[in-house]
């Protein structure tokens, strides 16, 4: 006999992320957000998302870990030098 999966129950993040979150969107739509490297100002959505999600990260709370970039299958031609 087959046992079946017990479905895992719970939330998959925080009370905390979520309010990091909340709190990014909040700025974003005040015009007060920026992103990391460059200082930009925010203004997408999606964005503002993943800066109070990766905040949340750093505070430590409970938030699913990133999934990992996939690398190229094949590396792409370079583009600066021209076929003779």
């Not at 005040?30 to 959505?45: D, E, N, P, Y």
């Not at 699913?64 to 190229?72: D, H, I, L, N, V």
Request: glycine share 10%.
């Amino acid at each position: 006999m087959i046992k079946a999966k017990k479905k895992k129950s719970g939330r998959r993040y925080g009370a905390k992320a979520s309010q990091d979150v909340e709190l990014a969107i909040h700025q974003m739509k005040r015009g007060a957000l920026r992103s990391g490297g460059s200082g930009k100002k925010v203004t997408s959505r999606k964005q503002a998302v993943a800066i109070g999600l990766s905040e949340a990260r750093r505070e430590g709370t409970k938030v699913p870990t990133r999934k990992a970039r996939s690398a190229r299958k094949t590396a792409r031609p370079h583009r600066g030098t021209k076929k003779p």
